[in-house]
Nanobody, 130 residues
Framework: VQLQASGGGLVQAGGSLRLSCLVS????????IGWFRQAPGQEREFAAV????????SYADSVKGRFTISRDNAKNTVYLQMNSLKPEDTAIYYC????????????????????????WGQGTQVTVSS
């Protein structure tokens, strides 16, 4: 499995960007896909995750209400629509895949952990100017 993140760039505060994560592999529809981000000098943190069917979704509190994750299984692609961007959203954004399915009660805690993911993309830089 290979993941390729794209769509990053430079945007002013209040602006929008849409990130894409293209996943190779014939079993894309069975993966949960998560987005993480790493700001300069900080640890990588969870941003959002979508399960294999698109029914279960979770967001970090810091992006809830501003970011929307979605997937198009026909295109093997997961999107992260980012609106109302803030300077503190500046980071390298990574997408990652997980082949393990968990029950709904464990969904949030499981997929917030980096260790729950099997494969990672190379990252795309998002810079938000004030």
């Amino acid at each position: 499995v290979q993941l390729q993140a794209s769509g990053g760039g430079l945007v002013q505060a209040g602006g929008s960007l849409r990130l894409s994560c293209l996943v190779s592999g014939r079993t894309f529809g069975s993966y949960a896909i998560g987005w993480f981000r790493q700001a300069p000098g900080q640890e990588r943190e969870f941003a959002a995750v979508i399960n294999w069917s698109g029914v279960s979704i979770s967001y970090a509190d810091s992006v809830k209400g501003r970011f929307t994750i979605s997937r198009d299984n026909a295109k093997n692609t997961v999107y992260l629509q980012m609106n109302s961007l803030k300077p503190e959203d500046t980071a390298i954004y990574y997408c990652a895949s997980s082949a393990r399915r968990v029950n709904s009660g464990s969904f949030v805690t499981h997929y917030q952990r980096e260790s729950s993911y099997d494969h990672w993309g190379q990252g795309t830089q998002v810079t938000v100017s004030s």
